[in-house]
């Protein structure tokens, strides 16, 4: 286990739909990241969080838009659900900056969206 | 654009073998190296790590070797056993930590009895 939890776990939205979801982080880790994965494809960076600021972004569209808040937890929010947003959405928690020396990048289990 | 791939989509070997996945990578800048495992239906899971500045790094059964003369990466799974089957990713990143982590699309090692 890595300490990274999600919710929900499954959900299914309709197109033009708005969804939330949820992350805490590893107890202790201060930065939380989200991803992206299609089907058969590897994960692909959406943006991170460090002390409730997005520090980082990747290919995104602004309808993909998220938070931290003061306990670390996050969330990431989709507004005009697209069909090609059915995926799984994965979160990430580390407690220091990415190559930093000792630091753990740990996923969580994921939340699986399906929009139709 | 610059991007992290795995040369073979399926790998299967023998219970007991030595198994080699192998990753390219084609940013120049990419300090920061991982391998993960993802079992279906769950999330990626952490392996081993390597920072440009080494070769070399060895944890419980697995090896990772980074070269980055070709900028070619490889992780080495001592014994292969039946839970080694899922599909490894390698990730890497270039920008401090800010730019997230860039994926390969996955090789699927399977493993036959």
């Known amino acids: 286990e890595t300490g990274v939890t999600q919710s929900p776990t499954h959900l299914i939205k309709t197109r033009g739909q708005q969804v939330t979801l949820r992350c805490s982080s590893q107890s202790g880790h201060n930065t939380v990241s989200w991803y992206q994965q299609a089907l058969g494809q590897g994960p692909q960076f959406i943006f991170q969080y460090y002390r409730e600021e997005e520090n980082g972004r990747g290919n995104f569209p602004p309808r993909f838009s998220g938070l931290q808040f003061p306990n670390y937890s996050s969330e990431l929010n989709v507004n005009a659900l697209e069909l090609d947003d059915s995926a799984l959405y994965l979160c990430?928690?580390?407690?220091?900056?990415?190559?930093?020396?000792?630091?753990?990048?740990?996923f969580g289990e994921g939340s699986w969206l399906t929009v139709v | 654009g610059e991007s992290v791939g795995l040369h073979l989509p399926t790998l299967s070997v023998q219970e007991g073998d030595n198994s080699i996945i192998n990753c390219a990578y084609s940013?120049?800048?990419?300090?920061?190296f991982i391998w993960y495992k993802q079992e279906s239906g769950k999330g990626p899971q952490f392996i081993i790590d390597?920072?440009?500045?080494?070769d070399k790094r060895q944890g419980q059964r697995v090896t990772v070797l980074l070269n980055k003369t070709v900028k070619h990466l490889s992780l080495q799974i001592a014994a292969t056993q039946p839970g080694d089957s899922a599909v490894y990713f390698c990730a890497e990143n270039s920008g401090g930590g800010a730019d997230g982590l860039t994926f390969g699309k996955g090789t699927h090692l399977i493993i036959q009895p």
């Open positions: 390597i920072r440009s500045n080494m």
């Open positions: 990430a928690s580390s407690g220091r900056a990415i190559g930093s020396p000792g630091n753990t990048i740990y």
């Open positions: 940013n120049s800048a990419s300090d920061y």
